[in-house]
């Protein structure tokens, strides 16, 4: 399988910084995909990389590299509407491969 | 514009039971996806659909199928259905296959589905 990491859960306060991990034990895929999901809602589309290195969209920035089997999401001046699960997702074409997710709480 | 629609939100079934659970796509997007997510768990690849064909299946028993319809909208049928197959299932469009260009996937609110 593609083994993919995440912590579990995430505490952080707002108007921080928070950086969630992702580990993989895999190869060969298109590129890895960060997906925000608040509590029953979907998962909604935040930043993708395909090659290494950093991918900034405003607050957002996430990070690949694929010789380490490593990625990150960074999370700037955290929000309150911030709280909610992170997904990362390794694609290879047609499907995802998800991994648990981290939910992450921010506190005032 | 309208984004993924699912049907129905909510659903309770009982074993053995058999369900369909309908998408519509984003207009002018092709390609269907299917995902079971378990309560704390990141969502699992159940199927691909792009113009009306299957094109990819993830490691689900046969007693879980689906099909394209030509307006692209789909279904997901589950049969004999078990206490294990109580989820949310995630419906996803992109407009193309997806590969390595920005093959983000835009998914509905979901289909609740508790068995009894």
């Known amino acids: 399988g593609q083994n993919i990491d995440q912590p579990t859960e995430m505490t952080a306060t707002e108007g921080a910084i928070v950086q969630i991990n992702c580990t993989y034990q895999?190869?060969?895929?298109?590129?890895l995909f960060w997906y925000q999901q608040h509590a029953g809602e979907a998962p909604t589309f935040l930043s993708y990389n395909v090659l290494d290195g950093l991918e900034e969209k405003g607050r957002f920035s996430s990070f690949l590299s694929r010789s380490k089997g490593y990625s990150y999401l960074l999370l700037k001046e955290l929000q309150m509407k911030d709280s909610a699960s992170y997904l990362c997702?390794?694609?290879?074409?047609?499907?995802?491969?998800f991994g648990p997710g981290t939910r992450l709480s921010v506190l005032p | 514009d309208a984004g993924v629609t699912q049907s129905p939100t909510h659903l309770i079934k009982t074993r053995g039971q058999q369900v369909t659970l309908r998408c519509s796509p984003i207009s002018g997007h092709k390609s269907v996806s299917w995902y079971q997510q378990v309560l704390g768990q990141g969502p699992q690849f159940i199927f691909q659909?792009?113009?009306?064909?299957?094109?990819g299946r993830g490691n689900f028993p046969d007693r879980f199928s689906a099909r394209q319809f030509p307006n692209y909208s789909s279904e997901l049928n589950v049969n004999a259905l078990l206490l294990g197959d109580s989820a949310l299932y995630l419906c996803?469009?992109?407009?193309?296959?997806?590969?390595?260009?920005?093959?983000?996937?835009?998914f509905g609110e979901g289909s609740r589905l508790t068995v009894l």
């Open positions: 997702a390794l694609n290879y074409g047609q499907n995802f491969v």
């Open positions: 659909y792009y113009e009306k064909e299957e094109r």
């Open positions: 996803a469009s992109s407009f193309l296959i997806t590969g390595a260009n920005t093959g983000e996937l835009f």
């Open positions: 895999t190869s060969g895929f298109n590129g």
